[in-house]
């Protein structure tokens, strides 16, 4: 898991699985750029090959940070399985995904205009 800085705001990679063991590193590093106080951050999840319900749940509690403090969530995600565990789960109703963490810096724009 690394973190840069994007063109509107930070952006955390993440590679191989998003799960119970890797899940509370992401908490507390989105945790703490928010605490920092990023509004905008894109996490990108192109190199995760799984995500389970731990992962889905470090994503939400760091989504509903971001939307106290008039913040915006986004992910770049690829793969399809990976999709679907955010579609079955009706998250993806809720953050948005994005194809590429470019796609997500530019939906980023047009969500807080």
């Known amino acids: 898991m690394t973190t840069r800085q994007g063109r509107v705001g930070p952006v955390i990679e993440v590679a191989g699985d998003l799960d119970m063991a890797s899940s509370p590193q ?25 995500v389970d319900s731990s ?30 565990v955010f579609s079955i789960t009706s998250v993806d109703r809720v953050i948005p995904l994005f194809d590429t963490v470019r796609a997500a810096e530019d939906g980023s724009e047009a969500a807080v205009r």
């Open 26 to 50: 992401l908490r507390d590093r989105l945790l703490e750029v928010v605490e920092t106080g990023a509004r905008t951050v894109v996490v990108d999840l192109t190199q995760v090959g799984f």
């Open 55 to 84: 992962g889905l749940g470090a994503l939400v509690l760091v989504y509903k940070s971001l939307q106290e403090r008039d913040g915006w969530l986004g992910l770049a995600v690829v793969r399809q399985s990976i999709r679907n």
